[in-house]
């Protein structure tokens, strides 16, 4: 953990030997390499500078973030659930408190990724809390550090336990998953990461390939999406901040932003 460097700008964590000139996820065209130049921290440096939020959004689900803002801005989201607890995307630092808080709450069954901007140190996670990686094996060529917790899976979708279910939704990765919990609302809930992007008006969902870059997907991969999404039941919506929360009439705002577009 302590020989890790972690990007600056995305929060990769990369193991100490196998540290590239400059990130090989912020090369790619849906992330970005400042104009400054590549920059690197250490974890001792973070835990010095940051600390990590715990935020109760509902019974059975909290959030997670670096406080103050690092890298991309990223949150996990922690689902409590009867027959394991999941942690949803990373987020590139972990501390005793947090540990501790997880531990008192049961541990973590298994941790699972939207796509590869949250791998963050994922390893480090998983080898705390001794539970399975579960990332889709269409983005497997973004792994930058892999270990025995890893766990692939392919196919639409996978179940995991409680009703929970890891489904493929692609667009923005190829591998790029929400994850499916039936029991944090009265329709269902979905997390969500970069799969939708809610705007701050709320009143708006996109779906694109590149965010920070401003490339679109193609209309015949916005409408595979809609037709995927047409078929998943839910009724709240979390992506991947704190200000992308919506429990609201999300499919008629889903429904007509997806009209927009087709």
């Not at 972690?6 to 400059?22: D, L």
């Not at 935020?55 to 394991?84: C, T």
Request: glycine content about 8%; proline content about 5%; some cysteine.
């Amino acid at each position: 953990m302590n020989n890790q460097l972690i990007c600056s700008t995305c929060g990769t964590a990369y193991p100490a030997g196998s540290v590239p000139e400059i990130c090989n996820i912020c090369l790619d065209e849906r992330q970005w390499v400042p104009r400054e130049g590549q920059g690197w921290t250490k974890p001792a440096e973070l835990h010095k500078k940051y600390s990590i939020k715990l935020n109760r959004l509902k019974h059975r689900l909290y959030e997670l973030d670096i406080n103050p803002l690092f890298a991309i801005g990223q949150r996990a989201l922690l689902v409590l659930s009867e027959q394991g607890n999941i942690l949803w995307d990373c987020i590139p630092l972990l501390d005793e408190m947090t540990i501790e808080f997880i531990r008192a709450k049961g541990g973590l069954r298994g941790i699972a990724f939207s796509h590869p901007h949250f791998y963050s140190n994922m390893n480090d996670w998983a080898g705390v809390f001794d539970c399975p990686i579960y990332i889709h094996k269409k983005d497997e060529q973004h792994i930058v550090a892999t270990g025995k917790h890893l766990s692939l899976w392919t196919g639409d979708e996978m179940p995991l336990w409680d009703g929970m279910r890891l489904i493929n939704i692609g667009g923005h990765f190829e591998g790029s998953s929400i994850l499916h919990v039936p029991f944090l609302s009265e329709e269902g809930s979905i997390l969500c990461g970069d799969s939708l992007f809610l705007s701050p008006s709320k009143k708006h969902f996109s779906a694109v390939y590149s965010s920070p870059n401003r490339i679109p997907l193609a209309l015949s991969e916005m409408r595979r999406i809609k037709d995927r999404l047409d078929q998943i039941p839910f009724d709240t919506f979390y992506g991947y901040i704190k200000s992308q929360n919506l429990d609201k009439e999300v499919k008629r705002i889903l429904e007509l932003s997806m009209e927009r577009y087709i």
